[in-house]
Nanobody, 130 residues
């Protein structure tokens, strides 16, 4: 089983960019489907993006409507690392961001569900200043 550690987030001006990374321990990272979630103050945790690998469809990426076109999820299996490139950041993007992993096969619905994932990082704070 992998363990996940997110990179430090930070404070960014609105309109700016930031890339988060999630480093996985162990040698089985490539077997996991990965996601990013976030939780803003006073709100529930929500789906941000996911990247999956299926035998029949290859690599697929999924995004929440609120970030599509601004955020890009990617992974480097050789480095056992997941990334979230965030561009054109808005104050509404302020949240604690967490990466998550699961070995199960996922579909477009299950990738967005918190309960799908069974391994979580500790989370990292991203603050977007207006």
């Amino acid at each position: 089983q992998v363990q996940l550690v997110e990179s430090r987030g930070g404070l960014v001006q609105a309109g700016g960019s930031l890339t988060l990374s999630c480093a996985a321990s162990g040698r089985t990272f490539s077997r996991y489907n990965m996601g990013w979630f976030r939780q803003a103050p006073g709100k529930e945790r929500e789906f941000v993006a996911a990247i999956t690998t299926n035998n029949w469809s290859g690599i697929s990426t999924y995004y929440a409507d609120s970030v599509r076109g601004r955020f890009t999820i990617s992974r480097n299996n050789a480095k056992s690392t997941l990334y979230l490139q965030m561009n054109t950041l808005k104050p509404d993007d302020t949240a604690v961001y967490s990466c998550a992993a699961v070995q199960a096969q996922l579909d477009s619905a299950s990738v967005r569900q918190i309960g799908t994932y069974d391994i979580w990082g500790q989370g990292t704070q991203v603050t977007v200043d207006s």
